[in-house]
């Protein structure tokens, strides 16, 4: 069975600054993706970024971007120049590939404050 | 384009009282559907899955059901709910494996059992 882990409950972060939240994940699967949600205070989960494990580069989405590590099994979001907005939850999620029976499996979760 | 409806947003309900939520998805046909419950502090446990009418796949064992009685509706039941049924429910729903790979979520049930 697949597990997610987020080793950091709570994390804050200045304004404008660069914080990093980790992820490790546990599977003997070749091929699944690997996912980072937010869920801010209005608790609508969204998603904000996504990479194939067969893809050696690393995602980006504007200030957001992964280290992902595949040997090690990590999966760490560096989010740049913090802004206010993006004060939320964050998890870190695993999906195998290419199946009917696609489950998507949450970590525990980072708390991650933006200090003005 | 598709949307996902979640109701209600709130309930708060007696022990040994029963329970239903309700979850449907429109604009997309054949999705995957899924049940989550957060408690507080927590991570998002998967409750059930279903890829298609009537075929339920439940992760853990406990006081819940669900059930999909068509293609894009998904119901969460309890007969009698406990303490430990509180938390906050959330239903998604994907397209089947390729590269369609992100997960929609519904806003959520915030369940109090008292």
């Known amino acids: 069975a697949q597990t997610v882990t987020q080793s950091q409950p709570e994390m804050s972060v200045q304004e404008a600054e660069t914080v990093t939240l980790s992820c490790t994940y546990d599977t003997s699967e070749n091929n699944y993706y690997l996912f980072w949600y937010k869920q801010p205070p209005s608790r609508q989960m969204i998603l904000v970024i996504r990479q194939e494990a067969y893809k050696q580069q690393n995602a980006t989405e504007n200030r957001f971007s992964v280290n992902f590590q595949k040997a090690a099994k990590s999966f760490s979001l560096k989010i740049s120049d913090s802004q206010l907005g993006d004060t939320a939850m964050y998890f870190c999620a695993f999906m195998k590939q290419k199946t009917s029976y696609d489950k998507v499996i949450f970590g525990p979760g980072t708390s991650l404050s933006v200090i003005p | 384009s598709q949307t996902i409806h979640q109701w209600p947003a709130t309930l708060v309900q007696p022990v040994g009282s029963p329970l239903s939520l309700e979850c449907t998805v429109e604009?997309?046909?054949?999705?995957?559907l899924y049940w989550y419950r957060q408690a507080a502090g927590r991570g998002l446990q998967l409750l059930f899955y279903s890829v298609g009418i009537g075929q339920i796949s439940s992760e853990v064992p406990q006081n819940l059901s669900a059930s999909r009685p068509q293609d894009r509706q998904f119901i969460l039941s309890s007969k009698k709910l406990l303490l430990s049924d509180s938390g906050f429910y959330l239903c998604?729903?994907?397209?089947?494996?390729?590269?369609?790979?992100?997960?929609?979520f519904g806003q959520g049930t915030r369940l109090t059992v008292v």
């Open positions: 998604a729903w994907k397209w089947k494996g390729g590269t369609n790979t992100e997960a929609f």
């Open positions: 604009g997309t046909s054949n999705p995957n």
